[in-house]
């Protein structure tokens, strides 16, 4: 099940630096796409989500950016912070259902 | 802030046995969601359910799964005869409504079910 990818599995940066993680998917009845975060022996949380009808949704240092005609969506985090380092999955839904459609995540490392 | 609780952490269980998942969902939510990731592998979703029913299942979840909200509290996850592939991190998350639309789902810490 390739509808949803996230074709880097790692990404280190500098604290203060933009974080950028992207995603891509496949499914065009996808319409809803959010954003977890998730530290080791943790459960995924919520960070943000956007609908299909918008192309941008921010919230303080985290903005992602959606680009229906590709099929691509980025989070971006501004200013990356140590605490930000964790695995960040990227996940999908047609907004009707109920079921989110995962990636398999990107490692972030945030380095002082 | 309110969370969803799993127990327990870590359940090991020959091959063959039952097994049952138990999840705390968050108090006023009313979607309870079951996923798995095994490991190396993504985060598949198994079933939702509300209302007492099943509202959504994937392939995955077949006759030897099961659902059940026992009490007003508890959602539990049954494998009725586990198998090797079975092995995963089995979380359980809750929504105060049902689509994906309107409420973001909130994920348990996960148990990791080892079978022998």
Sequence with gaps: DQQVKQNSPSLSVQEGRISILNCDYTNSMFDYFLWYKKYPAEGPTFLISISSIKDKNEDGRFTVFLNKSAKHLSLHIVPSQPGDSAVYFCAAARGSNYKLTFGKGTLLTVNP | ?116
């Design chain 2, 1 to 116: 802030e309110p969370e969803v609780t799993q127990t327990p952490s870590h359940q090991v269980t020959q091959m063959g046995q039952e097994v049952i998942l138990r999840c705390v969902p968050i108090s006023n939510h009313l979607y309870f969601y079951w996923y798995r990731q095994i490991l190396g592998q993504k985060v598949e979703f198994l079933v939702s359910f509300y209302n007492n029913e099943i509202s959504e299942k994937s392939e995955i979840f077949d006759d030897q799964f099961s659902v059940e909200r026992p009490d007003g509290s508890n959602f539990t996850l049954k494998i009725r005869s586990t198998k090797l592939e079975d092995s995963a991190m089995y979380f359980c998350a809750s929504s105060e409504q049902g689509l994906v639309s309107n409420q973001p789902q909130h994920f348990g810490d996960g148990t990791r079910l080892s079978i022998l």
